[in-house]
């Protein structure tokens, strides 16, 4: 039997929001260099998930606690826990005004020494003659920006990737770059968890966890919560299922 | 060479030195340049189609710039205005006349590298006529100590097609105290654009008062302000663009962001008596957008670090 090793470890956490309970007593273990997948409708709190292992604010005041390589995390700040080797790359990056591209690149190498800005733009299809001097702006498309995010994770290659929709905003074509991408980091040793509404998302994972309303109802290989997409959503304690109407097919 | 001539080309290259520059562009024959310490032209060149006539005064300068219709002057012209000692009063008073036709670029370096009690005014009245193209880039490095006061004061009238860019820039060292005064009156079919780009630190003041009129038919302007207050900096910026013809365009947009204790304000006033006329404003002035900086923090910066590229960028 395969022995697998935890990097993260997701214990009894629960997390409100105002008064909105979103993340309900959840624990999940990730696997150290396996790509996860966090699945679930609008709302199942796959995103606040995310920012919470991130520590963004407004997502620090939880119960349970997180653990990386068994040592909590919680009272650790967004760079510390980035220091450790956790990174995330949002649904809709941020635009930076006047920053370039080379600028962003390289800050975010600042951790790896053997970071590459141009062949990371160049894994994610973009010409980095035509890049590095351009601004992290409005004047970049969302999913030029996106792409971009995605080279600032590769040149910092953390051990702990959380993609939130990556592929939000980006067409057929440079999607698959992102997989590709996905592939290297993965090759190169990261773990990766992909937040995610995308079927074709969902089949780039080994592993993927089902949530609803803050809570893991279903768990395990790929193939089998991909029935989820399937409109074969497992009945749960919840009154209110999933609606499977809104995901990609 | 006289001794004369020795010590000021020595003087125009410490200027320089303390812009953080050599003097290369002093020796380029097809580069013309125009240098000033205090109230001395301590180096001047010209080229085809410009004329500058620098006359010396108790206190600083007067100069006529002329570049001649229909001429394109094709290397940017240098200007450098500055007080080495640490005392003194600079008063440049500038007319400047870009005949019909004609294009030019000037690169203004403003160094004070020694100011502890330094004043550094600059009253200039530009006339640029029409199918002209006027292009001003004033960049100004201080030093650590923040007695310098900076009164750039502008008065320009734009003619039918013309152009105007100016890009204010004080990134470097103590701003002390600026108070920036340019007005603008645009005819039919002119462009405008003014922007300023300053970063205040210790008690830094920082006043930006920028007018446009845009009294022709389809002129256009943009006035753009990008100020970072730190420290117990203030700044307030006065951005008025008023439109009174048919087609005339504009936009106002003033981002600042403050840090510590410091204290920004923005005044877009957008004016429009033409019913065929728009103008548009935008400002922002608040704190590091929270994205930006867990975005970065999250590739490993410390929150101090990750403030400092943010503003970077916002002032490059």
Not at chain 2, 269 to 291: L, Q, Y
């Amino acid at each position: 039997m395969e022995n697998h090793m935890s990097i993260l470890n997701i214990e009894n956490l629960s997390l409100s929001l105002g008064e909105k309970p979103i993340l309900n007593n959840l624990s999940i273990d990730f696997w150290e260099g396996h790509v996860h997948a966090i699945v679930g409708p609008n709302g199942a709190g796959k995103s606040t998930l995310a920012f919470t292992i991130m520590g963004l604010g407004g997502y620090r005041h939880i119960d349970g606690d997180i653990r990386m390589d068994g040592q909590s995390i919680r009272e650790l700040s967004v760079d510390q826990r980035a220091r450790m080797g956790i990174s995330l790359g949002w649904q809709e990056p941020a635009r930076f005004e006047g920053l370039s591209v080379r600028s962003y690149l390289k800050a975010s190498a600042a951790q790896n020494q053997n970071g590459s800005v141009d062949e990371a733009l160049n894994m994610v299809g973009l010409e980095p003659a035509d890049y590095l001097s351009r601004s992290v702006d409005k004047t970049l498309s969302g999913g030029e920006r996106k792409r971009i995010e995605l080279a600032s994770l590769i040149v910092m290659q953390p051990r702990l990737v959380l993609l939130d929709e990556p592929d939000s905003g980006i067409d057929v074509e440079a999607l698959e770059r992102i997989f590709d991408a996905i592939k290297v980091l993965k090759e190169r040793g990261s773990t990766i968890i992909l937040i995610t509404h995308s079927l074709a998302v969902l089949n780039q994972a080994e592993h993927a966890f089902l949530l609803c309303h803050g809570e893991v109802v279903d768990k395990g290989v790929t193939e089998k919560i991909r029935g989820y997409f399937e409109n074969k959503c497992i009945p749960c304690a919840h009154k209110n299922e999933p609606d499977t109407g809104e995901m990609i097919q | 060479m006289s001794s004369k001539t020795e010590s000021n080309r020595e003087t125009a290259k410490k200027l320089y030195e303390a812009m953080g520059m050599t003097d290369a562009a002093l020796r380029d024959t097809d580069t013309a340049h125009l240098v000033i310490n205090g109230n001395m032209v301590v180096g001047e060149h010209l080229v085809p189609g410009l004329e500058v006539e620098p006359t010396e005064t108790q206190n600083g300068v007067r100069v006529t710039v002329r570049v001649l219709e229909g001429a394109v002057i094709k290397k940017p012209v240098h200007m450098c205005f500055g007080i080495l000692p640490e005392e003194g009063l600079q008063e440049i008073e500038m007319n400047t006349i870009i005949q019909k036709n004609s294009s030019v670029s000037i690169l203004a370096h403003c160094t004070f590298p020694n100011a502890v009690k330094v004043v550094h005014k600059m009253d200039a009245s530009i006339e640029i006529q029409d199918g002209a193209s006027y292009t001003y880039l004033e960049r100004h490095v201080h030093g650590k100590k923040s007695g310098i006061t900076v009164l750039p004061k502008a008065r320009v009238t734009l003619g039918k097609h013309a152009r105007f860019a100016t890009d204010f820039e004080l990134l470097s060292g103590r701003v002390g105290e600026i108070n920036i005064d340019y007005e603008t009156t645009c005819s039919d079919f002119s462009v405008l654009e003014m922007n300023a780009k300053i970063n205040g630190t210790g008690d830094d003041r920082i006043n930006i008062r920028e007018i446009g009129h845009l009294q022709g038919e389809g002129a256009r302007g943009v006035l753009t302000s990008r100020i970072a207050v730190r420290d117990r900096a203030r700044a307030e910026v006065y951005n008025k663009l008023t439109a009174s013809a048919p087609f005339a365009r504009g936009h106002v947009d003033c981002k600042e962001i403050v840090q510590d204790e410091g204290v920004a304000t923005a005044v877009p006033i957008v004016e429009v008596n033409h019913p065929k006329a728009h103008v548009t404003h935008e400002a922002a002035i608040g704190s590091v957008d929270d994205k930006q900086l867990e975005t970065l923090m999250a590739r490993g910066l410390s929150e101090d670090d990750a403030v400092e590229l943010i503003i970077q960028g916002l002032l490059s």
